[in-house]
């Protein structure tokens, strides 16, 4: 029996120091290797937070983890924590339901919180993220509302008030008979795929190690009361604080329709198996490398299955949402082009309009040049005409002076008739004495 409780312990912090690998649902998301049980863990004890021992601590809260050896839970108290580096937060671990069994999801730290199958863990853990604090740069700042830090002097501080459900609803497993039913968001859910994710530190690996070798840990004997329900510092169990006893009416969940135990054990090879029969805690039957390889086969095929299924539903989604894209590219695409041959369109209609309009005013143009130089060409006759019939001698008195000089040559013989002297013609009587009278 020593052999197999070791193994379990062994598998445990193995699994806890590995991390993550994938569960059989989208609900799961890191499943420690070979953990698997038929009875669902008791409720959360109830205990108070101890003080803070010093700044930059955060929190990890206590579970209650597994002994095939055994075949009991034990409690894993919660504890103050150094954190591994700067900026990671903590995801607490989880019981979930899956294929009939109870898978434990071992916690990780990372810069974002987790899905912890909505377990209210209390002092910040809710169910869902971490509202204890949160990393600003380097600075680590504390809710006071959640986090017992009166005992130090910490300048990085705030209060944001929670409300803590801790003593209505102490479940703490997610699924099947009396779980938690909650589901991990899409941002959770890549979170679980994400490769970012940090074991836990050698403290807590140390600290479930110890809460292991602690007979009053287990669920059987502290009747879900451990007498160390946190510690300050992780392997402190000297200033422990304990659980407070377990309130009336609170009993430990039915086993989810699951009448035995059964529990893969990690040793080489997959040693071993260990079956526990409901009703008969004595009779116990262990099968040798081909029962543990086969029932660990099983559970490979079924991740595995689980894997292809979840690759298959993240590729379709993929997929639609490329086809989305191109679909909304292309609309675009044709919208642009409808809209460039509508301005082509409007572009070749104005251009028309303005050749139109330009051809008409040109021809109106003409037209007025046609008729100012017509008037200008009339007028400049006229003028000519005008000057023409100035320029013409005038006919009577063109004759009159011919017949004035006709008259003077016929009477002087072609020259004028001289009298007695003086070169002058002779007169008689004067003008108005009439012609000169012929001589006898």
Same mark, same amino acid.
């Given at each position: 029996?020593?052999?197999?409780?070791?193994?379990?312990?062994?598998?445990?912090?193995?699994?806890?120091?590995?991390?993550?690998?994938?569960?059989?649902?989208?609900?799961?998301?890191?499943?420690?290797?070979?953990?698997?049980?038929?009875?669902?863990?008791?409720?959360?004890?109830?205990?108070?937070?101890?003080?803070?021992?010093?700044?930059?601590?955060?929190?990890?809260?206590?579970?209650?983890?597994?002994?095939?050896?055994?075949?009991?839970?034990?409690?894993?108290?919660?504890?103050?924590?150094?954190?591994?580096?700067?900026?990671?937060?903590?995801?607490?671990?989880?019981?979930?339901?899956?294929?009939?069994?109870?898978?434990?999801?071992?916690?990780?730290?990372?810069?974002?919180?987790?899905?912890?199958?909505?377990?209210?863990?209390?002092?910040?853990?809710?169910?869902?993220?971490?509202?204890?604090?949160?990393?600003?740069?380097?600075?680590?700042?504390?809710?006071?509302?959640?986090?017992?830090?009166?005992?130090?002097?910490?300048?990085?501080?705030?209060?944001?008030?929670?409300?803590?459900?801790?003593?209505?609803?102490?479940?703490?497993?997610?699924?099947?008979?009396?779980?938690?039913?909650?589901?991990?968001?899409?941002?959770?859910?890549?979170?679980?795929?994400?490769?970012?994710?940090?074991?836990?530190?050698?403290?807590?690996?140390?600290?479930?190690?110890?809460?292991?070798?602690?007979?009053?840990?287990?669920?059987?004997?502290?009747?879900?009361?451990?007498?160390?329900?946190?510690?300050?510092?992780?392997?402190?169990?000297?200033?422990?604080?304990?659980?407070?006893?377990?309130?009336?009416?609170?009993?430990?969940?039915?086993?989810?329709?699951?009448?035995?135990?059964?529990?893969?054990?990690?040793?080489?090879?997959?040693?071993?198996?260990?079956?526990?029969?409901?009703?008969?805690?004595?009779?116990?039957?262990?099968?040798?490398?081909?029962?543990?390889?086969?029932?660990?086969?099983?559970?490979?095929?079924?991740?595995?299955?689980?894997?292809?299924?979840?690759?298959?539903?993240?590729? !379709?989604?993929?997929?639609?949402? &490329? #086809? @989305? +894209? *191109? $679909?909304?590219? /292309?609309?675009?695409?044709?919208?642009? =082009?409808? %809209?460039?041959?509508?301005?082509?369109?409007?572009?070749?209609?104005?251009?028309?309009?303005?050749?139109? !309009?330009?051809?008409?005013?040109? &021809? #109106? @143009? +003409? *037209? $007025?040049?046609? /008729?100012?130089?017509?008037?200008?060409? =009339?007028? %400049?006759?006229?003028?000519?005409?005008?000057?023409?019939?100035?320029?013409?001698?005038?006919?009577?008195?063109?004759?009159?002076?011919?017949?004035?000089? @006709?008259?003077? $040559?016929?009477?002087?013989?072609?020259?004028?008739?001289?009298?007695?002297?003086?070169?002058?013609?002779?007169?008689?009587?004067?003008?108005?004495?009439?012609?000169?009278?012929?001589?006898?």
């Amino acid at each position: 029996m020593r052999i197999h409780r070791s193994a379990s312990i062994a598998a445990l912090v193995l699994a806890l120091g590995m991390g993550a690998t994938v569960a059989p649902m989208a609900a799961q998301a890191q499943v420690s290797v070979g953990i698997s049980v038929g009875v669902a863990p008791p409720p959360l004890p109830i205990y108070s937070q101890p003080p803070i021992p010093a700044p930059g601590y955060i929190w990890t809260p206590g579970y209650w983890a597994w002994d095939a050896g055994i075949n009991d839970y034990y409690w894993v108290p919660g504890t103050w924590v150094q954190p591994p580096r700067i900026g990671v937060l903590w995801t607490p671990p989880y019981w979930g339901w899956v294929g009939g069994r109870y898978i434990f999801n071992t916690g990780y730290w990372g810069p974002h919180i987790g899905f912890y199958g909505g377990v209210n863990y209390g002092y910040g853990y809710g169910g869902h993220g971490y509202e204890g604090g949160y990393w600003r740069g380097n600075q680590l700042y504390y809710n006071r509302s959640v986090n017992n830090i009166s005992n130090v002097r910490i300048n990085t501080v705030y209060n944001k008030t929670v409300i803590n459900n801790t003593t209505i609803n102490r479940v703490s497993y997610n699924g099947g008979r009396g779980g938690i039913n909650a589901r991990p968001t899409p941002e959770q859910q890549n979170l679980m795929r994400a490769n970012n994710r940090i074991p836990p530190t050698a403290s807590q690996l140390q600290q479930t190690r110890l809460a292991a070798s602690d007979k009053s840990l287990r669920a059987s004997v502290n009747k879900g009361a451990p007498p160390v329900a946190a510690t300050a510092r992780p392997g402190d169990f000297k200033t422990a604080v304990a659980a407070k006893p377990v309130p009336a009416g609170v009993t430990r969940p039915a086993a989810g329709g699951a009448a035995a135990t059964r529990e893969a054990t990690l040793g080489k090879g997959g040693a071993a198996t260990r079956e526990t029969v409901a009703g008969k805690p004595g009779a116990t039957r262990e099968a040798v490398a081909g029962g543990g390889a086969a029932n660990a086969t099983r559970q490979t095929r079924e991740m595995n299955a689980s894997k292809a299924n979840a690759d298959r539903s993240t590729t !379709a989604n993929a997929d639609r949402a &490329a #086809a @989305n +894209a *191109d $679909r909304k590219a /292309r609309n675009q695409a044709q919208a642009a =082009d409808r %809209a460039n041959q509508a301005a082509r369109t409007n572009e070749a209609k104005a251009a028309q309009q303005r050749d139109r !309009a330009a051809r008409q005013g040109g &021809a #109106a @143009n +003409a *037209d $007025r040049a046609s /008729r100012q130089s017509q008037m200008q060409r =009339d007028n %400049a006759g006229g003028n000519r005409q005008g000057a023409g019939r100035e320029a013409q001698p005038r006919p009577n008195a063109d004759r009159q002076a011919q017949q004035r000089d @006709n008259m003077a $040559r016929q009477g002087g013989g072609g020259q004028p008739k001289q009298g007695g002297g003086g070169g002058q013609p002779r007169q008689g009587g004067g003008d108005r004495g009439g012609p000169d009278r012929p001589r006898g």
